[in-house]
């Protein structure tokens, strides 16, 4: 992580225009004078206290105003709802939700007509989002395949030389279906689907895979995979010198080449045909310039050190998952996939998506919320038996986001469309 040094030398000259060296230093000195009051936190486990709700603000210290924006008469109602979700709670935040559609859907799970709710703050997004699904709904739908799914943990058992990793890996070898007798004790939705190994020096990393039923399924991996490895503690002929149940090779909550070449949570590939005149009626471009502009960006991307290549899916992405209750988190890695786009022979345009990394659920996690769940119940798509329909239309969103964006960068409507929608008049 180089820096110019030229630009080094005009950082300093700004931060000494006010301050001298001495105060700096001072201001990074580490002090333990006047240490501030810790939160309370007695909250007894699945509870929230409204007493302790009051310590907390009065801790704070701030005024009844801001008090009153984050902790309102209805949060204060229905505060027990976020006591599984939060820890210190002390209110909740309003993000305003638009809703972008209709969006026609023809997946192996997910068919109909959707009206999607997206919880943001970013001005021109839910527009753009919806006049995408509209081009979509018009070209008659966009074709979904939820194909894979598999959620991962990846713990590693440390020994003090390869003699002892070929021991324990022969051994291990023989565990597969003790491993998911195990595993499969923890959970009644979860199933460990299959074992794998790499082996580094003296590291062994296993990674487990498992499904999830409709959870996102990222607390359920990690009890199931710790008692997998008591057990192993348990019953290996040779002990691992340390071991901890996740060591950075499942791709959890940051995008990686790995999950990108294989699967982590439901991997759903979208595709769509648009004719010409949808291109020019609705998304005012036509085939030739979306796939120029396609080009360039995929070039772009290359030369930038994308994983995948795509151009916004993080944006629809997080708005839903916000929406919806789910882990925002996980938008690092689910926000990684390769859009496509082709000129057909009739001038029209083919556009695909794949996503090999939805973290999504319909039960568990932020889905049982009150405002989240009645999002999802917008969609018809809340509570069990719902999770891979609900990974296809989030994949069929992000297909309408990356037409929409694309036809207003190939058409040079996008700065026209930001300037209009997120300032508004200028005076």
Not at 145 to 173: H, I, Q, T, Y
Not at 349 to 358: G, H, K
Request: net charge negative.
């Amino acid at each position: 992580m180089s820096a110019d040094l030229r630009g080094v030398k005009g950082f300093f000259q700004r931060l000494f225009t006010e301050r001298t060296m001495q105060e700096v230093e001072q201001s990074l000195h580490p002090s333990l004078e006047d240490m501030p009051p810790s939160i309370p936190r007695g909250d007894a486990p699945g509870t929230i206290s409204p007493q302790e709700v009051d310590r907390r603000w009065a801790t704070l210290g701030t005024t009844e105003s801001v008090q009153h924006q984050i902790l309102d008469d209805r949060t204060r109602e229905q505060m027990n709802a976020y006591s599984k979700n939060i820890e210190n709670f002390i209110g909740t935040v309003k993000v305003p939700i638009g809703i972008a559609g209709p969006l026609r859907v023809h997946g192996l799970f997910a068919n109909g007509d959707y009206y999607v709710p997206l919880a943001t703050s970013e001005a021109a997004l839910v527009a753009s989002y919806s006049r995408g699904a509209q081009s979509i709904t018009k070209a008659g739908g966009a074709t979904v395949a939820m194909m894979w799914e598999g959620v991962s943990r990846a713990p590693v058992f440390v020994f003090d030389n390869l003699m002892e990793v070929g021991k324990f890996m022969a051994w291990a070898s023989e565990q597969v279906d003790a491993f998911k007798e195990i595993a499969g004790s923890t959970t009644r939705h979860g199933k460990l689907l299959r074992t794998c190994f790499n082996v580094e020096g003296n590291h062994v990393y296993l990674i487990f895979d498992y499904v999830t039923g409709d959870a996102s399924g990222q607390n359920m991996v990690t009890i199931a995979t710790d008692a997998v490895c008591r057990y192993i503690l348990e019953q290996t002929p040779v002990q691992p010198a340390y071991w901890f149940v996740e060591a950075n090779l499942s791709g959890d909550k940051k995008a990686s080449h790995l999950s990108f070449q294989n699967v982590r949570g439901k991997k759903v590939t979208a595709e769509v045909m648009l004719p010409p005149e949808i291109l020019k009626s609705h998304l005012k471009t036509t085939a030739s310039k979306m796939v120029d502009y396609y080009h360039a960006g995929v070039i772009g991307g290359v030369m930038s050190g994308n994983i995948g290549l795509q151009g916004h899916y993080a944006n629809g992405m997080a708005a839903l998952f916000i929406a919806c209750g789910q882990d925002a988190a996980c938008v690092a890695e689910s926000s990684v996939g390769i859009t496509r786009m082709e000129r057909t022979d009739d001038d029209g345009l083919y556009a695909s998506v794949t996503l090999p990394n939805l973290i999504v659920g319909t039960v568990g996690g932020g889905t049982g919320l009150p405002s989240q769940r009645a999002c999802l119940d917008i969609l018809n798509l809340g509570g069990s038996g719902n999770a891979s329909a609900f990974s296809e239309v989030c994949a069929a969103l992000v297909l309408a986001g990356e037409l929409s964006i694309q036809a207003a960068l190939s058409s040079h409507g996008f700065t026209n469309a930001h300037e209009s929608l997120a300032r508004g008049p200028q005076k």
